[in-house]
């Protein structure tokens, strides 16, 4: 599949959101940070706006739930039109079975791990996935700093993934911008969230290109 670059919309304009994504034509997917207040503090998107989103934009929806309890909630996440839905581990209480119903519903089926949640006591589910993200900041917020400490992780990610030989895309998100998404590319991921560099970027969709361009080098 090659480097995908999907730009996160928790930094643009909640105001004009239809127009926001209009600005970023060249990315892969869209980014949409589900938070609930209780797995993160802090509180953005139900399945309504992934609704409404889905039907404003041809790019297709990348669901990050960052929610308690994401085997209940999953499944509307899927309905609303989302082409890939992420659950938090930490947050799933049968991650197998719930990936496969994201699945069976018809979209990716996606798992998130924190920066204090190993890869490796999950080597035997990542068959099950059609994407691992690996978080490069703690969830909850955009504009954070990038957290050096997870590219081991990133590597040891990739390295499972080839031992397996999965197709499974490795997604990094938190931090990313043109000077940290380099060593994530190197370490192996290939999907790239990005919401401040983009949307804080004059041109949004010269920085996807710029982005995309540094994570193919
Ligand atoms: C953080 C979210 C990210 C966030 C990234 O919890 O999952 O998707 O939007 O923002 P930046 O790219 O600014 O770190
Ligand atoms: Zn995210």
């Known amino acids: 599949m090659g480097i995908q670059i999907t730009p996160s919309i928790l930094s643009a304009d909640f105001a004009d959101l239809g127009a926001e994504i209009g600005r970023i034509p060249s990315a892969d997917w869209v980014h949409v940070d589900v938070m609930d207040n209780h797995f993160v503090p802090n509180l953005t998107f139900g399945p309504g706006m992934v609704e409404a989103l889905a039907r404003s934009t041809d790019l297709p929806i990348d669901a990050h739930l960052m ?73 909850g917020f955009g504009g954070q700093s990038f957290l050096d400490l997870c590219l081991p992780k990133i590597r040891t ?31 192996g991921a290939d999907v790239f969230v990005a919401g401040s560099a983009v949307f804080s970027a004059d041109d949004p969709d010269a920085m996807v290109a710029a982005l995309r361009e540094k994570a193919s080098d």
């Open 67 to 139: 929610i308690t309890e994401a085997d209940r909630h999953a499944a509307a996440y899927v309905e609303a039109g989302a082409g890939s839905v992420t659950f938090h581990v930490e947050a799933a209480a049968a991650p197998v079975r719930l990936a496969r119903e994201i699945r069976s519903l018809g979209a990716r089926a996606s798992m998130a791990l924190k920066p204090a949640t190993p890869i490796e006591p999950y080597e035997d589910l990542l068959g099950e996935l059609d994407m691992v993200l690996i978080m490069t900041v703690e969830p």
């Open 157 to 187: 990610a990739r390295s499972l993934l080839k031992k397996h030989g999965l197709e499974t895309w490795l997604q990094v998100d938190g931090g990313i911008s043109l000077e940290t998404v380099e060593r994530c590319a190197e370490a």
